[in-house]
């Protein structure tokens, strides 16, 4: 896929999901100059990992603030979205 499509598919997903993290909620940003390493950058996550055979489409990709999306690790999606909404807000 090229850059720019890579950057539109981005878009796409950040404007659907309303630029919240799916899991937590968590406002997210985009990456800009001095903030690649911060938690709630905005991260594409798959929900069926590619690994598994899941496809690079929007229906199979979801809007994850970077700490989710590294929390979750080959989790299933909808036991980790569970799972954070038990946890108590900190």
């Not at 981005?10 to 990456?31: M, P």
Request: glycine share 8%; hydrophobic share 40%.
């Amino acid at each position: 896929m090229k850059a720019a499509q890579r950057i539109k598919l981005f878009e796409s997903i950040f404007a659907r999901d309303g630029g919240r993290c799916v899991y937590c909620g968590v406002e997210t940003h985009r990456l800009a100059k001095g903030l690649s390493r911060s938690p709630a950058l905005a991260t594409l996550d798959h929900v069926l990992p590619r690994s598994q055979g899941g496809p690079l489409t929007p229906a199979n990709l979801v809007l994850a603030c970077q700490a989710c999306n590294n929390q979750r690790g080959i989790m299933d999606a909808d036991e980790f979205r569970a799972l954070k909404q038990r946890q108590p807000l900190s």
